[in-house]
């Protein structure tokens, strides 16, 4: 796993294209050395399911608070195209209503 997730300055960590089958962009968490301690294996995995979703943007993004939800990872940010990408409702929250 860590082959596949690199420090790219201070304050990201980027999740190369090959870590999950089928990513179409990269991923790239906000998080500083110490907080990086305290990362969740299942936030960083859901980063990376992410950015395998039809007309994603650029990269699967996460906030330095990233931990784990319902299949999109809390704190996490990702932008889709407006004719071939999806609304994700784990990407707005289920308790917004």
């Known amino acids: 796993m860590e082959r596949e997730i690199k420090?790219?300055?201070?304050?990201?960590?980027?999740?190369s294209q090959g870590f999950v089958r089928g990513m179409r962009v990269k991923g790239i968490i906000y998080?500083?050395?110490?907080?990086?301690r305290f990362l969740e294996?299942?936030?960083?995995?859901?980063v990376a399911n992410v950015a395998t979703l039809p007309g994603i943007q650029k990269a699967s993004l996460a906030?330095?608070?990233?931990h784990t939800g319902y299949g999109?990872?809390?704190g996490g940010v990702a932008a889709f195209d407006t004719r071939e990408g999806i609304v994700s409702p784990g990407g707005v929250g289920y308790d917004i209503n």
């Open 63 to 66: 906030m330095p608070d990233v």
């Open 31 to 36: 998080v500083d050395r110490i907080l990086e």
């Open 72 to 74: 999109f990872a809390i």
């Open 7 to 15: 420090r790219i300055d201070e304050c990201r960590l980027e999740i």
């Open 41 to 46: 294996e299942g936030s960083v995995r859901q």
